[in-house]
């Protein structure tokens, strides 16, 4: 029982929740962004260069290999994707650049925030006082 009990108070940590919580809008955010890459800014980039589709763009190393008697294949192609390579820089181009602006805003925000918190410095102690007029009087 003491193991479930030392678990529990594991998985109830703030952080641990936290944690949970930022992975699941993590996975949230990711399909956004996919959805905003493959159907928003994909579409007119392939317009620009074309009409191609990234995603179709392959070079065959090795062509299938078709079994005469079924006219099936017997062995696949083999193809080097490289548009799918291009699609997922784009997307990671396109996911840190948006969590660097969340960050950096979240920063900004959490910036103000301290700086509406931060006080007045107590005023020195006798025993400062004493040292910071030493001091003066040995610069002098």
Same mark, same amino acid.
């Given at each position: $029982?003491?193991?479930?009990?030392?678990?529990?108070?594991?998985? $109830?940590?703030? !952080?641990?929740?936290? #944690?949970?919580?930022?992975?699941?809008?993590?996975?949230?955010?990711?399909?956004?962004?996919?959805?905003?890459? !493959?159907?928003?800014? $994909?579409?007119?980039?392939?317009?620009?260069?074309?009409? $191609?589709?990234?995603? !179709?763009?392959? *070079?065959? #190393?090795?062509?299938?290999?078709?079994?005469?008697?079924?006219?099936?294949?017997?062995?696949?192609?083999?193809?080097?994707?490289?548009? !799918?390579?291009?699609?997922?820089?784009?997307?990671?181009?396109?996911?840190?650049?948006?969590?660097?602006?969340?960050?950096?805003?979240? #920063?900004?925000?959490? /910036? /103000?925030?301290? &700086?509406?918190?931060? &006080? *007045?410095?107590?005023?020195?102690? /006798?025993?400062?006082?004493?040292?910071?007029?030493?001091?003066?009087?040995?610069?002098?």
């Amino acid at each position: $029982m003491k193991i479930l009990k030392e678990f529990k108070d594991f998985a $109830m940590r703030g !952080n641990v929740i936290d #944690l949970a919580v930022g992975v699941i809008i993590g996975a949230a955010f990711g399909k956004v962004v996919g959805s905003l890459v !493959n159907d928003i800014i $994909m579409p007119p980039i392939g317009v620009l260069v074309g009409g $191609m589709d990234f995603k !179709n763009l392959a *070079i065959t #190393l090795r062509d299938a290999i078709m079994d005469p008697a079924t006219g099936k294949v017997a062995k696949e192609a083999v193809t080097l994707k490289y548009g !799918n390579f291009i699609q997922t820089l784009v997307d990671f181009t396109i996911v840190a650049f948006a969590i660097f602006m969340m960050v950096k805003a979240v #920063l900004k925000i959490s /910036k /103000k925030k301290t &700086e509406d918190v931060q &006080e *007045i410095p107590p005023a020195p102690t /006798k025993d400062q006082e004493l040292l910071m007029e030493i001091r003066d009087l040995l610069k002098k």
